[in-house]
């Protein structure tokens, strides 16, 4: 509206005057930054609100409840799925919280009971402790869990994100004595391991 306005009074007043038509075509064009700059600010704002919150979000009190889905696995078996839960709660005692994965139903679930304990949680520093001795390290890194370590010849890759109203489970799998073994053709003649990809579990679990 503005911009029509200016346009007919520059018309109507300023027909034959060059130098009060350039005062206009500058103002017109600062009219024009303000408005890109308008439309920026309100594409990028919520953006950067939600940047904010997630930030602001408090690992794990923010993502304490039960979860549930169903688990996608891709392997050289085939696929195959399987129901889900994920339960993070917390117990009476600072830093340690109730950890549990369960797979399947009825007569075929599998109920897993661990324990996530804070070691340095300033640092992201968390091990899940699987009450049989067996103690694995997680760092945290804003809503997300990472976790690496070998079980028998495979390592395993775990990766875990919160959301606000749900969480992804993921695990990647190689077997190690599938590892391949290639030099550079270089001075260092610097040597890199690649292990093949042979196991992916996904799961969306959607918070109850």
């Not at 600062?30 to 408090?58: D, H, R, W």
């Amino acid at each position: 509206m503005m911009i029509v306005i200016i346009g007919n009074f520059q018309e109507a007043l300023i027909q034959n005057n060059p130098i009060i038509s350039l005062i206009f075509k500058i103002i017109i064009c600062g009219t024009m930054k303000f408005i890109k700059l308008l439309l920026v600010f309100i594409i990028c704002f919520p953006i950067f609100a939600f940047s904010q919150a997630q930030e602001e979000a408090n690992f794990p009190d923010d993502y304490f409840g039960v979860y549930k889905g169903t688990l996608n696995i891709s392997s050289a078996r085939g696929p195959s799925t399987y129901p889900m839960e994920f339960h993070l709660l917390p117990t009476d005692t600072i830093g340690n919280y109730h950890y549990t994965l369960i797979y399947g139903e009825g007569d075929m679930r599998q109920e897993r009971k661990y324990t996530l304990l804070a070691t340095d949680a300033d640092k992201g520093e968390y091990v899940v402790d699987e009450n049989n001795g067996i103690v694995l390290d997680d760092k945290v890194v804003g809503n997300r869990m990472y976790s690496l370590f070998e079980v028998q010849g495979t390592i395993l890759t775990t990766f875990i994100t919160f959301e606000k109203d749900h969480m992804v489970f993921e695990i990647v799998a190689t077997q190690k004595e599938n590892s391949k073994t290639t030099i550079a053709e270089n001075e260092d003649k610097t040597e890199v391991i690649s292990y093949p990809i042979s196991t992916i579990q996904r799961a969306v679990l959607i918070k109850q």
